[in-house]
């Protein structure tokens, strides 16, 4: 058997267009969530062991964007102070509503 018929181990190491693809996100919203990598000179490559350990410590989590603490926070808008972004799921519950009073 020659040696040139083997085949080639998978690959381990990933660019970030593939990493993003193995997890089932943009590239954009990669580097936000600052997932391991390795520097191999100017180049980032991420391993996939690094990949899965990195998901399994995260599953559960709920994580939001980020785009929503660069939104204002009007409280005028809502009249009650907690903006327009509140995560129905988590959100705790909200005091009874008092209007106020102009005497």
């Given amino acids: 058997m020659d040696e040139t018929d083997l085949p080639l181990p998978p690959v381990r190491c990933l660019s970030k267009e593939q990493a993003a693809v193995y997890l089932g996100i943009g590239v954009t919203l990669l580097a936000q969530l600052r997932v391991p990598c ?10 996939r062991v690094d990949l899965d350990a990195w998901l399994d410590e995260h599953k559960g989590e709920r994580r939001r964007a980020g785009k ?3 939104w204002p926070d009007l409280k005028d808008s809502t009249g009650d102070g907690f903006g327009l972004l509140v995560d129905q799921c988590n959100a705790p519950q909200r005091p009874a509503h008092t209007p106020k009073r102009w005497d």
């Fill in 38 to 47: 390795i520097c191999l000179g100017r180049r980032r490559v991420y391993d």
């Fill in 68 to 70: 929503e603490a660069l």
